[in-house]
């Protein structure tokens, strides 16, 4: 993993959101400063809590937020004459959001972080294996590189690379570190050998390098995929990824058509709120269809459209609205969630705009008694 994010070393942890929590709670203790985007995941938001240093939060991406918090602390360095060296300070972000499917602006944040000499702390685990040209993350897409422009970089290997576990690669001193201060990797049980295998097995196929792979590895791989001659292909390397970005780009342009006759449905009903880019896709109410209705209100009919996805429409879609509140800074909008892959067919595509929309037209277009309370043009 190292070699493919080109560090200088990694460390393995047995569990993908213990690796997030220790890597914040082992470089940043009492008296340190932390700078975190309100958004991020539970996770990080636990290593926060776990390092007692002060926090400050920021606005959800923005990056003027940003700024604006960085310049009060220096007022304050100012006012008690205190150089910026003079404590550990660190900026908190994820590359691709988990709750959001909003993608960070690395290169202002980057920016930022050297102006204002603070180290980042980059959480990746939902950008590594799905985005920039070899997979290699949110870092990779803007052109930034590991230890060069982020000092700690950690990511769960749960998600694209299928395995379960957690990295956090850097210099040989940021990873040296963790085997003493890391909670999660000193005091847990080691994940089982095949477990890295198959993270191993992951990253080779992502690098193009099948020939490396056991063949009954991918023959297991070939096992779970579909009949369609495209999908059973042995991609790998750049087209692995292609084929996922082209899959990505699939659903969101057939979700938003509005000349599609299922995707017509959701028009002034649901709205795409994550970044065009991102393999994680929320759907949120619209603001017509929200207006005047409590929070409870939205969970309970988007609750009722999943249900109608997969009860009548055979589609799994996840209703998000029951976060657990008090792990978050910011709780999303409930919201509808769609996760792309590269197994994915137009067929499939289609599938899922015909149950969205017929379960948005019976949801969203009838009221409690089955009256029609919304009427197509």
């Known amino acids: 993993m190292a070699r493919f994010l080109r560090t200088e070393a990694?460390?393995?942890?047995?569990?993908?959101?213990?690796?997030?929590?220790?890597?914040?709670?082992?470089?940043?203790?009492?008296?340190?400063?932390?700078?975190?985007?309100?958004?991020?995941?539970?996770?990080?938001?636990?290593?926060v809590s776990l390092s007692r240093a002060n926090v400050r939060y920021f606005r959800h991406n923005d990056v003027n937020d940003l700024r604006r918090v960085l310049e009060k602390v220096r007022g304050q360095d100012g006012a008690l004459r205190r150089r910026p060296t003079d404590q550990r300070r660190f900026l908190v972000v994820e590359g691709l959001y988990k709750n959001w499917g909003t993608v960070c602006p690395l290169e202002e944040v980057v920016a930022l972080k050297e102006e204002f000499c603070f180290r980042l702390i980059l959480d990746d685990s939902h950008a590594i294996g799905t985005m920039g040209e070899t997979g290699r993350g949110s870092l990779e897409r803007c052109g930034l590189l590991p230890m060069v422009h982020c000092e700690i970089l950690t990511f769960s290997i749960e998600n694209a690379l299928g395995s379960v576990g957690?990295?956090?690669?850097?210099?040989?001193?940021?990873?040296?570190?963790?085997?003493?201060?890391?909670?999660?990797?000193?005091?847990?049980?080691?994940?089982?050998?095949?477990?890295?295998?198959v993270c191993v097995a992951s990253l080779k196929r992502l690098q193009g390098n099948l020939d490396e792979v056991p063949n009954e590895q991918r023959q297991n791989g070939n096992a779970l995929q579909t009949d369609n001659p495209e999908s059973c292909e042995e991609l790998s390397g750049p087209l692995l990824l292609e084929k996922l970005h082209e899959n990505i780009s699939n659903l969101y342009s057939t979700l938003t058509n509005s000349s599609h006759p299922h995707a017509l449905k959701l028009r002034n009903r649901l709205v795409i709120t994550s970044h065009l880019q991102s393999p994680i896709i929320y759907l949120r109410l619209s603001d017509q269809q929200a207006t005047g209705l409590t929070r409870a209100k939205q969970i309970s009919l988007l609750d009722r459209i999943a249900s109608h996805c997969l009860v009548k429409g055979g589609v799994a879609v996840v209703s998000t609205g029951g976060h657990v509140r008090k792990y978050l800074q910011l709780v999303p909008e409930p919201c509808l969630r769609v996760i792309a892959n590269v197994s994915q067919t137009m067929e499939d595509v289609e599938s899922l705009a015909k149950a969205l929309g017929e379960a948005v037209e019976e949801v969203l277009c009838r009221n409690a008694f089955g009256l029609e309370i919304i009427k197509e043009d």
């Open 166 to 197: 957690g990295m956090t690669v850097g210099s040989e001193e940021v990873v040296d570190h963790q085997r003493l201060s890391g909670a999660g990797y000193c005091f847990s049980a080691s994940a089982p050998p095949f477990l890295s295998k």
């Open 10 to 47: 990694a460390i393995l942890y047995s569990d993908g959101a213990s690796a997030a929590t220790s890597t914040v709670a082992a470089f940043a203790k009492r008296g340190d400063l932390l700078v975190v985007d309100e958004g991020v995941n539970e996770a990080l938001l636990v290593g």
